[in-house]
């Protein structure tokens, strides 16, 4: 048996238009897609958009792939909804992909089995925050305006009543804060934390960011504890919900984003990415134990490859040959040769530059298969 040999014994997950693994499976087999605008429950976004591709503070685009018929049942979790406002729906998504992935593994929250388990969660940012700024920078907006409103002939109590209404408003537009809350409430290490403590997980927890590869290096600090005989369990997987306009913003600068609001990647159609939200949650044990305790294995990680570029291009910019070391290093890990591999899951950008450098390091390593 190879020392990396790493059994997948459970999976949950909450995607677009999917509140389960099996709801996601049908949506790839009947090959849907679920392209939208972005609904004004998260964003306004209609204020940071613009089709001037020109402008620095404007998104292109306000399209994307969301998150929008899920709702947390709290009570199952024994949690109170009005002390949970303000904590971040990556939490909420996070912990309820884990239970899913318990479920399915057949083990039980709080069990004998979590003594000895560590939760390892992938996540490059958390939208709360964002949130939390706007509605904390509100005195920032008032400060500028006061001048003008008194020398309007504005009383301080209306000023008052004004900025209680500014709270208002912007508590409905879902930039909450809550003050019991804010300390762990917009913070990405609280996505492992709030599993590991609501469910009962005894070993250590972080959460891990990777950028893209987040939910990749959760998984693999997963597996590197498994084999290292640090915990008999791992509940690894990776959440992002933080599409805020920044974040549209920052790729528009970049003409990073399709403008058409469709995702072809390797295509010659293809224009750019498209924005989603989601989380998955995998339940692992060293395939050996898996095997002793009769669980239903659903797939078997043999390897894992990694690597960077070092000096040289842009950070958002990858080189081949870095790429196809990562792909290398996998193989070599996994003692698999290139011609047993069946199928590969690509980063697929659908940038006209990242799929061409995606597409020439798979070549460099498959490409004289036999």
């Known amino acids: 048996m190879n020392r990396y040999d790493i059994a997948i014994v459970g999976m949950g997950c909450i995607f677009p238009k999917a509140n389960s693994v099996d709801q996601y499976w049908n949506n790839i087999i009947s090959g849907e897609t679920y392209f939208e605008e972005m609904p004004e429950r998260i964003w306004r976004m209609k204020n940071f958009c613009s089709s001037d591709k020109s402008r620095p503070d404007k998104s292109y685009t306000m399209t994307g792939s969301f998150v929008s018929d899920f709702e947390f049942p709290f009570l199952e979790f024994k ?210 134990d898996a095997l002793a305790d009769g669980d239903r294995i659903r797939a078997v990680i043999r390897g894992a490859g990694a690597s960077s570029d070092g000096a040289g291009q842009a950070i958002y910019a990858p080189s081949v040959e870095g790429r196809a070391q990562a792909l290398r290093s996998a193989l070599v890990r996994s003692n698999t040769s290139k011609d047993e591999v069946q199928f590969l899951e690509a980063h697929a950008t659908s940038t006209v530059v990242g799929d061409a450098n995606e597409y020439d390091a798979i070549s460099s390593v498959y490409g004289d298969r036999s």
């Open 79 to 288: 949690l109170p909804p009005k002390a949970m406002q303000g904590v971040d729906p990556a939490q909420l998504v996070t912990l309820h992909a884990a239970r899913q992935a318990l479920e399915d593994a057949g083990i039980e929250p709080h069990s004998d089995v979590l003594e000895d388990a560590v939760t390892i969660i992938g996540a490059s940012g958390v939208d709360q925050f964002a949130h939390s700024t706007v509605f904390l920078r509100r005195h920032m907006y008032l400060k500028h305006l006061r001048p003008q409103l008194e020398q309007a002939g504005v009383s301080p109590e209306r000023l008052t009543e004004l900025d209680e209404q500014f709270a208002k408003k912007l508590n409905e537009y879902g930039h909450v804060w809550n003050p019991a809350v804010a300390a762990v409430g917009a913070i990405t290490s609280s996505l492992s934390n709030r599993v590991a403590q609501v469910l009962g997980v005894h070993g250590f927890n972080m959460t891990v960011d990777g950028a893209c590869a987040s939910s990749f290096a959760a998984l693999e600090v997963a597996c590197q504890a498994l084999m290292a005989g640090d915990a008999k369990v791992a509940i690894a997987g990776g959440t992002d919900l933080g599409t805020n306009p920044a974040i549209y913003i920052g790729f528009s600068r970049v003409e990073g984003l399709s403008t058409k609001g469709t995702s072809n990647p390797f295509d010659q159609s293809a224009d750019g990415l498209v924005i989603g939200e989601g989380g998955g949650v995998v339940v692992l044990k060293r395939l050996e």
